[in-house]
């Protein structure tokens, strides 16, 4: 039998720990949080998958994949999910406003972390792009602001975090194939400059670089309506390749106070070993 107290008083301090569905997730901060193998992201865990939401106690809506859920196989022991190869393959954001868009905040510090599996030979894929222009244009630097891509002709994992010129502030992380790896990127201002860096599973972080955005006030490019996909329609991974995300966490460093190395390690250890 479980006691449950209710307490009289309301708590005012606002330094104490909040309560949250996920070890990774601050006080503040959190945008959003997709974790298939926790039943608050996916709660029948069974294949297909055919919706899945946020664990952030956010305004985040529950999010369906288009058009057919059965492009997407789920395998509740590994946690992965894996597309087919085909464009509809894609699970959707919907068109973002400025008060849900994954980077509401285009001054902001922000910290991304993802796991996924990488096969050993794939074509060039999109695992997933953010902050694209959804009025109809397809222009890489001037419509999508993030990319997260296999590369195999380089047999690395890439975030592109394109300006209006597609100098593309690259990060390239050389992940093993067939194999799950935890991958990172932040964009932070440091002395008036905008910066990024990676990381690789729990590994040591590259060094900060100078952003191609210098000095501007914006660390991610301002689109004027802007939509996402994880499992991106650009190549296509095929489900035999056995290409899959498992978790996927995007954190507002500005708000949160953390550095991308305090996230990534709350990260890592939250889903080193749940996953395979």
């Given at each position: 039998?479980?006691?449950?107290?209710?307490?009289?008083?309301?708590?005012?301090?606002?330094d104490l720990p909040i309560l949250q569905r996920d070890s990774v997730i601050p006080n503040a901060g959190a945008v959003v949080l997709y974790d298939f193998k926790n039943p608050g992201t996916w709660p029948d865990q069974t294949?297909?998958?055919?919706?899945?939401?946020?664990?952030?106690?956010?305004?985040?809506?529950?999010?369906?994949?288009?058009?057919?859920?059965?492009?997407?196989t789920y395998d509740s022991t590994s946690g992965r999910?894996?597309?087919?190869?085909?464009?509809?393959?894609?699970?959707?954001?919907?068109?973002?406003?400025?008060?849900?868009?994954?980077?509401?905040?285009?001054?902001?510090n922000y910290c991304i972390s993802m796991w996924v599996y990488k096969p050993t030979t794939t074509t060039a894929f999109d695992i997933g792009y953010f902050a694209r222009n959804a009025s109809g244009g397809v222009a890489q630097g001037t419509d999508h602001s993030l990319i997260v891509r296999i590369e195999p002709s380089a047999n690395v994992i890439q975030f592109l975090r394109p300006d209006s010129s597609f100098t593309s502030n690259l990060v390239a992380l050389s992940a093993p194939g067939n194999a799950v790896s935890r991958i990172g990127y932040a964009w932070s201002k440091n002395s008036g400059t905008w910066q990024h860096k990676?990381?690789?599973?729990?590994?040591?972080?590259?060094?900060?670089?100078?952003?191609?955005?210098?000095?501007?006030?914006?660390?991610?490019?301002?689109?004027?309506?802007?939509?996402?996909?994880?499992?991106?329609?650009?190549?296509?991974?095929?489900?035999?390749?056995?290409?899959?995300?498992?978790?996927?966490?995007?954190?507002?460093?500005?708000?949160?106070?953390?550095t991308p190395e305090q996230v990534w390690a709350a990260d890592w250890a939250r889903g080193n070993g749940r996953f395979s």
């Amino acid at each position: 039998m479980t006691l449950i107290t209710r307490l009289s008083t309301a708590f005012t301090d606002t330094d104490l720990p909040i309560l949250q569905r996920d070890s990774v997730i601050p006080n503040a901060g959190a945008v959003v949080l997709y974790d298939f193998k926790n039943p608050g992201t996916w709660p029948d865990q069974t294949s297909p998958i055919t919706s899945y939401a946020s664990l952030v106690n956010n305004d985040w809506p529950t999010l369906s994949p288009t058009p057919t859920p059965a492009e997407h196989t789920y395998d509740s022991t590994s946690g992965r999910v894996t597309p087919l190869d085909t464009a509809a393959a894609s699970f959707g954001f919907p068109v973002e406003d400025a008060s849900t868009r994954l980077f509401a905040d285009l001054t902001a510090n922000y910290c991304i972390s993802m796991w996924v599996y990488k096969p050993t030979t794939t074509t060039a894929f999109d695992i997933g792009y953010f902050a694209r222009n959804a009025s109809g244009g397809v222009a890489q630097g001037t419509d999508h602001s993030l990319i997260v891509r296999i590369e195999p002709s380089a047999n690395v994992i890439q975030f592109l975090r394109p300006d209006s010129s597609f100098t593309s502030n690259l990060v390239a992380l050389s992940a093993p194939g067939n194999a799950v790896s935890r991958i990172g990127y932040a964009w932070s201002k440091n002395s008036g400059t905008w910066q990024h860096k990676g990381i690789l599973n729990n590994g040591s972080p590259t060094a900060y670089v100078d952003s191609s955005f210098g000095t501007g006030a914006n660390g991610i490019q301002d689109n004027a309506a802007w939509t996402g996909r994880l499992f991106g329609a650009y190549g296509y991974a095929s489900a035999d390749s056995g290409m899959g995300i498992y978790r996927f966490y995007v954190e507002n460093l500005t708000l949160s106070g953390r550095t991308p190395e305090q996230v990534w390690a709350a990260d890592w250890a939250r889903g080193n070993g749940r996953f395979s």
